[in-house]
């Protein structure tokens, strides 16, 4: 099944409609958050206020990401008041765009996970369905977009110093990896 994902051109289609609406939602969630005076500082208190608690034992479910949320979040609102909405919206321009849609699917997966374990459900659980789905796909999720020029570029500007010893060690029984 993985094969199909990673490999599939009919499976990159999909995938493409997968992340042009993943995108979306994280671009159109950045750009309001830019535009609208975004603050983080009372969200951060209610989920400090109030974290997720294990209803028959009473305990914190997440007692390290509360403790994270109230020393080191909170202290520091501020930055988050820029970096969330600037991460959203690059993620979303990196899902719809096909431009390092891995990476860009990662770290959609990351802020989803750091709003659930906050305890906001909201669409989390959907994106993070198809944020899976799309990382899964690897490097075919990016096929029908930027990828399909950016990673053969990338690849050649980091392989170029392994490049230079190519003709030298021919023949010498030195063996090189076959994917440069």
């Not at 608690?53 to 007692?63: C, F, G, R, S």
């Not at 979303?92 to 374990?117: P, Q």
């Not at 796909?137 to 392994?162: E, M, Q, S």
Request: glycine content about 12%; aromatic content about 14%; proline content about 4%.
């Amino acid at each position: 099944m993985m094969k199909f994902w990673r490999e599939n051109v009919y499976a990159a289609g999909v995938l493409l409609i997968f992340r042009v609406y993943l995108g979306w939602q994280w671009m159109t969630a950045g750009i309001h958050k830019l535009t609208g005076g975004f603050d983080a500082t009372g969200y951060l208190k209610g989920a400090v206020a109030k974290p997720v608690m294990d209803k028959a034992t009473n305990e914190l479910v997440y007692p390290t990401f509360t403790g994270f949320l109230e020393h080191f979040a909170l202290p520091n609102a501020k930055i988050f008041n820029i970096v969330i909405p600037i991460g959203e919206t690059l993620v979303g321009l990196g899902l719809i765009l096909g431009a390092l849609t891995t990476a860009a699917a990662f770290f959609g997966l990351l802020m989803n996970f750091m709003f659930l374990f906050a305890g906001t459900i909201s669409t989390n659980p959907w994106m993070v369905l198809i944020g899976t789905i799309v990382l899964a796909g690897g490097i075919n999720a990016g096929k029908f977009g930027v990828d399909y020029y950016l990673l053969p570029l990338l690849r050649k500007l980091f392989h170029k110093k392994d490049n230079k010893n190519d003709g030298a060690d021919a023949g010498k029984g030195i063996n090189t990896p076959a994917h440069i």
